[in-house]
């Protein structure tokens, strides 16, 4: 069986590279090696046994190529960054959508055997996550906004009494409010997949990653991935920045964890036409995220918190992971005590230029950052 992975020379795409070719599948990468991510070209960490070919999914001409030899399809490639999206748009919307647009135009227009197409959708699709209220259950408030520098709570509040939430694990039920550009293409992508792979009987399965984390990542990339950006900074003997208190919470999975959850979707019936989350269900201050990483590093250096409010950045998000684990039987196995352990390891070796500060001022120079 070959398999197509396009972003496949990416952070999460060439670890399920890596992973179909010990599984014994033919595997063709298609990736445009975008400069912001591969600064250096071909990664070293490139499987040699995976086919590379060099293209855009914005060529339709050249995608068809590809999607004519393969039997499954996982779709990874796209522009991936929250805060950038919110002033490049027009190059999100015309990678992100325009490209799994043409994708989709030639599994429907043109002759193939493509008999599974995954797709990577995102967590950020909900904004934020689900509380519970004492007085009112369970709801799900509006994103925040803020309108002075002077922010005393950084919570939520109940969108019906304005009382305290609690937040709660968040399912793939949860009413979707994208926060950001990027949020709105993944959502766009994950919908339209889904509706011709259910009006043309092509089975599609969108797998919303929560925050993954491992190996690969680039280091010196500085619109995407906090564990990356925090190393980079720490790495190179910076404080690692942290907007508002850092008690803001995210769900961390580990890399080989959602390589697992994309096996598992590509192999099981169970999955297909589904949507599922895939994070840990466990969720993690930011700022403890930085101070973990601190402290693996030995590092005398201590977080910067800048209590300013990132626009469009949510308070707290995890998974319910309830749905893939019934029906994929998937439960994440790696500890982030034990995983970002082993990303400090890998990143010793790893180049990391620090560019969070040209990336913060751009978010400034934009009205981003209050
Ligand atoms: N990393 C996360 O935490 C996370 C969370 C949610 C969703 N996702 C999604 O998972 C997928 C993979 O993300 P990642 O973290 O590995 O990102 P990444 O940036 O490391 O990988 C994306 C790859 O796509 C390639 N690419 C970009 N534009 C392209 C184009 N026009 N044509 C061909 N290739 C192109 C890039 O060169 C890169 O190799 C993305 O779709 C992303 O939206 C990632
Ligand atoms: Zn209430």
Redesign the pocket.
């Known amino acids: 069986m070959k398999i197509l992975v396009?972003?496949g020379?990416?952070?999460?795409?060439s670890h399920l590279v890596d992973s179909l070719v010990r599984k014994k599948y033919k595997v063709i990468i298609?990736?445009?090696?975008?400069p912001q991510?591969?600064p250096d070209g071909i990664p070293d960490y490139l499987n040699l046994k995976a086919t590379f070919i060099k293209?855009?999914?914005?060529n339709r001409n050249k995608l068809r190529e590809v999607v004519k030899e393969v039997d499954a399809i996982f779709h990874?490639?796209?522009?991936?960054g929250v805060g950038q999206s919110q002033y490049e748009i027009a190059h999100y919307v015309k990678?992100n959508i325009q490209?799994t647009a043409n994708l989709l135009d030639i599994l429907v227009n043109e002759k193939h055997k493509v008999k599974k197409l995954i797709v990577?959708?995102?967590?950020?699709i909900y904004g934020e996550g689900m509380y519970k209220c004492k007085k009112c259950g369970k709801v799900k408030p509006e994103l925040r906004d803020y309108k002075s520098e002077e922010i005393d709570n950084w919570e939520p509040s109940c969108p019906i009494c304005k009382g305290d939430l609690k937040p709660i694990p968040t399912d793939e039920e949860t009413p979707l409010k994208s926060n950001s550009i990027y949020a709105i293409t993944?959502k766009e992508q994950e919908e339209m997949s889904l509706l011709i792979g259910k009006t043309y009987g092509i089975p599609v399965v969108s797998l919303r990653?929560?925050?993954?984390y491992g190996p690969g990542?680039?280091l010196s990339n500085p619109y995407?991935?906090v564990c990356a950006i925090f190393l980079s900074r720490i790495k190179n003997n910076n404080p690692p920045v942290i907007y508002e208190d850092g008690l803001q919470t995210r769900d961390f999975i580990w890399v080989g964890d959602v390589v697992k959850a994309c096996i598992l979707s590509l192999e099981n019936e169970n999955a297909n036409y589904e949507i599922f989350n895939v994070g840990t269900g466990k969720p993690i201050t930011i700022k403890k995220i930085a101070e973990i990483l601190i402290k693996l590093f030995k590092k005398d250096i201590k977080p910067q918190i800048t209590y300013k409010f990132r626009k469009g950045d949510v308070r707290h998000c995890y998974a319910d992971i309830s749905k893939i684990r019934k029906k994929l039987n998937f439960e994440p196995e790696v500890s982030l005590e034990e995983g970002l352990k082993k990303l400090i390891n890998w990143s010793k070796k790893a180049k990391a230029i620090d560019k969070f500060s040209h990336a913060e001022k751009e978010l400034k120079r934009k009205g981003l950052v209050r």
Not at 120 to 124: I, P
Request: net charge neutral.
């Open positions: 396009t972003g020379a990416g952070f999460i795409g298609l990736d445009n090696l975008t991510v591969h293209g855009d999914v914005r990874f490639a796209a522009a991936v990678t490209g990577a959708s995102s967590m950020s993944k990653f929560f925050n993954v990542q680039s995407t991935g």
